[in-house]
């Protein structure tokens, strides 16, 4: 696998690896009963993958050999209302692809013996989603409106995707395009996102975890500004168990940590028309991560290297 990978990226992966490798627990999880098999995977090899699942209202969904996720096209909008720009997080327990064959499966909550879907993103920001903070209030985009996949795979899923201006009060509109980068390795999508306005002067914007994603109560949430992180460990679903989820931000464009009803935000500052980089990771505590605890997911999310550094080289792909 190493061979494939560019050096650059390889030694991020490395570091990233070495991180996770002391995190790791040894015990091995008690797994859900297995639904109905999937159809066995083309290729068991480790490698990073975007998808468009056009056959499902046209999410996006994209992983690496340790973590997986989509987020929601206009499609659903009308489909499945309320629909929202939040981010989904799948459990993922091989290290290569199934989020396509689970998902055209028809019962992508149930676990069919390689991952499932049991995090509940509903009107939050669920993994690291964002909106507009004003007036005390989080104002958030629909879903996606247009895509553009720049790599697939082996060693990194890299897109972009477009959010149609969205309101801010009434007197305000923005708009965004975001970059979401998954190499290999890693528990963390590198998110770059550029906010438009039509209206010039600062947004404070809002990252969000969503509250009430899994089981009964809210689980429980980590906090070190001075690092620029938010770590949450989920309440237990059961047999479904527990999901990891970390958001990781420039700490000197931080305002505010706070939470509304459906989220814990962490508030940055943020000019129209100027990208910033964000990270947002998760792990499933039966996964192939390896995270069987709280203390385990939070060593690791402060160890895992962050670069804020905005690219100048952003490569254009195919817009869809």
């Known amino acids: 696998m190493s061979a494939r990978l560019p050096l650059r990226l390889l030694a991020g992966t490395l570091l990233l690896l070495a991180g996770a490798a002391v995190a790791q627990s040894t015990a091995t999880p008690t797994m859900p009963p297995i639904s109905t098999p999937l159809p066995p995977a083309p290729d068991r090899e480790p490698h990073a993958a975007v998808k468009l699942a056009d056959y499902r209202y046209d999410d996006l969904l994209w992983e690496n050999d340790r973590t997986a996720h989509r987020i ?156 620029g992180v938010l770590s949450f460990w989920s309440a237990e679903d059961g047999v479904h168990g527990r999901m990891a989820i970390a958001l990781k931000v420039d700490p000197a464009m931080i305002v505010d940590v706070k939470n509304d009803f459906d989220n814990y935000l962490v508030l940055l500052k943020v000019e129209p028309g100027k990208p910033f980089v964000y990270y947002s990771g998760s792990a499933w505590d039966k996964g192939v991560g390896g995270f069987r605890s709280r203390a385990e997911w939070d060593r690791y999310v402060l160890a895992a290297p962050a670069d804020f550094h905005v690219p100048t080289d952003r490569r254009q792909g195919k817009t869809q």
């Open 72 to 227: 929601y096209g206009h499609a659903l909008e009308a489909a499945e209302p309320p629909s929202g720009s939040g981010i989904d997080s799948w459990g993922k327990n091989v290290i290569w692809p199934f989020t396509d064959r689970q998902l055209r499966s028809g019962d992508q909550h149930s676990y069919h013996g390689e991952g499932l879907d049991f995090y509940n993103v509903g009107t939050g920001r669920g993994a690291g989603g964002l909106g507009i903070w004003h007036d005390n209030k989080l104002w958030t985009s629909r879903n996606y409106t247009r895509y553009r996949i720049l790599k697939n795979g082996p060693d990194a899923a890299d897109f972009e995707v477009d959010y149609a201006p969205w309101p801010v009060e009434v007197d305000r509109r923005v708009w965004e395009t975001r970059r979401f980068t998954l190499p290999l390795g890693t528990q963390f999508t590198r998110m770059v996102s550029t906010l438009s306005s039509d209206k010039p002067g600062p947004l404070i914007v809002g990252i969000g975890i969503g509250r009430h994603t899994i089981g009964s109560s809210e689980g429980a949430l980590t906090v070190d500004r001075a690092h």
